[in-house]
């Protein structure tokens, strides 16, 4: 790859960078590129991306982003694969690759603009989807509603029965 090569795909992935607020570090020495392919695969699937590059590159890529918070951490083979929006989904997703795949391990990541450790990664892996929690908050929003709703037509009811008991 020559210089202006190189500074295109710095340039690209600078501007794909800006608009991130999450991202993984991944170590993937040792997977086979059988491996890497069908994991490319799975991220692309949902709409992810994973890209291999330099370290070098990586960080003047990463410069005037959130992602150069991570700047320290490009060290040895590093990929980094990001998700635009759902980035409890896409952790769950390279949590369950990394158990089937125990050389694909995580180095660190970048969580709503904040650095998270291993450890954050596989908390927020563990985490219920997004629209498992949602559902969850509809059901807390309903349940007061349907208990008011129960409490009210109580009286007509309780009335509907005493009448119901009353010989004709």
């Known amino acids: 790859m020559n210089k202006v090569e190189k500074q295109q795909t710095v340039d690209s992935l600078n501007e794909q960078f800006k608009v991130l ?16 392919t069908d994991i490319r695969n799975k991220i692309r699937g949902i709409d992810g991306s994973y890209v291999v590059l330099k370290n070098t590159l990586a960080k003047r890529a990463a ?16 990929a980094v694969a990001y998700h635009p929006k759902d980035v409890v989904g896409f952790a769950k997703l390279l949590t369950e690759i990394g ?13 709503e603009g904040k650095v998270a450790s291993v450890s954050e990664i ?11 929690m949602l559902s969850k908050l509809v059901f807390l929003l309903k349940a007061p509603l349907q208990q008011l709703a129960t409490v009210l037509k ?12 009353v010989p004709k």
Request: charged share 25%; hydrophobic share 40%; net charge positive.
């Open 21 to 36: 607020d999450s991202a993984f570090l991944i170590n993937y020495e040792g997977v086979k590129v059988v491996d890497i």
């Open 63 to 78: 410069k005037g982003t959130k992602l150069e918070q991570l700047d320290s951490f490009f060290q040895g083979p590093t």
């Open 99 to 111: 158990k089937s795949n125990p050389k694909f391990e995580f180095k660190a990541a970048l969580v």
């Open 122 to 132: 596989k908390a927020l892996a563990s985490m219920p989807s997004r629209e498992v």
């Open 154 to 165: 109580a009286p007509l009811r309780d009335l509907s029965l005493t009448l119901k008991q």
